[in-house]
C-alpha cells in the first residue's frame, strides 16, 4: 500500500508536490499515461493497484476560454473524476487533498472571499471546478479542499512566463488592470500542501481537520500590476528586453473580451487554513521573484 497518490505529476502542482511529498513516504506520481481521468475504469484500476493512503489531486482541465466550448471534456476531468477519487477514498479509508479555484466565486464581493462565502461561477472552468468540490463533499471522504488563485511555476506554462516571453518580442503591451488576486506560486502551493498532510498523519482526530480552505500567498495585485512587477525585476537583473516599462500600459477588463468571464476581485481570505494548520504565507513578491531568480 502506497503512502501517498499524486494525480496529474506533469502539471505545475503535480510537478512541485513530488519535490515535497518525497519527505513523508512512499509517493506515485501518476499522468495521464498511468491514470486516465476521462475513464471511470483508468482511475480505480490505478487506485486498485496502489491503493494509496492519500490521494493528492491537483490534476484538472486548466484551460479556462477553451472550456467553454470544451464543456463535456471540463465537466468529466474537474467535476466526474474528483467524484470517483473521492468515492473510492471515502470506501477505502484514504484521504483526498483536492485543489479549486477563485473562479468558483463571482468576483463581485468588494472584500476576499471566505470559504462559507455563497459560490456563483461565471464560467464553465469554475462551474466545473465547484461540482468537482461538490461531488468530493457528497462522498463524505476525509478531504482537504484547497482553493487557490493565479498559479505559476518554474515548470509549465503560466502568466509569468507568457510576459516574459512577450517582453522579449514586444516594444509595447497592455494587460488588464481590473481584476485583482494573489499570485500563487506551485512551489507554495506544495510546500503547504505537505504542512496539511503531516498535520492530519499526527492528529488524533484528523476528521476535524476536513474541510475547504483558501490558499494563496499574502497581499495582492492587478495582472498589470503583476506583469510590471515581472518587467522591473528582469530589467534590474540585465535580462535583454524589447519592452520597457513606460510601453507597459494598463486596460479594462472590456478592452480584452475573452470567452470565458474572470473574476475581478480573485482575493481569498486564507486566515482559516493559517489558524488551522498553523502555516504562515509569504508575500506573492517572494514566490515570484524566485521563480525569476531561477529563470
Request: some cysteine; charged content about 20%.
Amino acid at each position: 500500500m502506497s503512502a501517498i497518490l499524486i494525480t496529474g505529476a506533469s502539471g505545475q502542482v503535480g510537478f512541485e508536490l513530488q519535490r515535497s511529498l518525497r519527505v513523508l513516504g512512499s509517493v506515485v506520481a501518476s499522468t495521464r499515461a498511468d491514470m486516465d481521468l476521462t475513464s471511470e475504469a483508468s482511475i480505480l484500476a490505478a487506485l486498485g493497484a496502489h491503493k494509496p493512503r492519500i490521494i493528492v489531486n491537483p490534476a484538472a482541465y486548466t484551460a479556462v476560454d477553451r472550456a467553454e466550448s470544451d464543456k463535456e471534456l471540463a465537466m468529466t476531468v474537474n467535476a466526474t473524476a474528483p467524484g470517483i477519487l473521492a468515492r473510492w477514498a471515502a470506501d477505502n479509508g484514504a484521504w483526498l487533498i483536492h485543489y479549486s479555484t477563485d473562479y468558483v466565486f463571482d468576483g463581485l464581493k468588494a472584500d476576499p472571499y471566505v470559504e462559507s462565502d455563497p459560490v456563483n461561477p461565471q464560467s464553465v472552468y469554475g462551474e466545473s471546478k465547484w461540482r468537482g468540490e461538490e461531488a468530493v463533499r457528497a462522498s463524505s471522504v476525509q478531504h482537504a479542499i484547497l482553493r487557490t488563485s493565479w498559479v505559476y511555476g518554474h515548470h509549465g506554462s503560466n502568466f509569468l512566463k507568457t510576459i516574459l516571453r512577450l517582453a522579449g518580442e514586444r516594444s509595447a503591451l497592455n494587460i488588464v488592470a481590473d481584476q485583482v488576486g494573489a499570485p500563487t506560486s506551485a512551489a507554495l502551493i506544495a510546500d503547504v500542501s505537505r504542512t496539511v498532510i503531516e498535520r492530519i498523519m499526527a492528529s488524533h482526530a484528523p476528521g476535524d481537520l476536513s474541510g475547504t480552505y483558501h490558499l494563496t500567498a499574502r497581499g495582492s495585485t492587478s495582472w498589470y500590476g503583476y506583469a510590471e512587477h515581472i518587467v522591473r525585476k528582469a530589467l534590474a537583473a540585465n535580462v535583454k528586453l524589447a519592452l520597457s516599462l513606460d510601453a507597459l500600459k494598463p486596460i479594462s477588463t472590456a478592452e480584452y473580451p475573452t470567452s470565458a468571464r474572470r473574476p475581478a476581485n480573485s482575493r481569498l481570505d486564507c486566515r482559516k487554513l493559517m489558524d488551522r494548520f498553523d502555516i504562515a504565507l509569504p508575500l506573492w513578491q517572494e514566490g515570484v521573484d524566485d521563480v525569476l531568480a531561477r529563470l
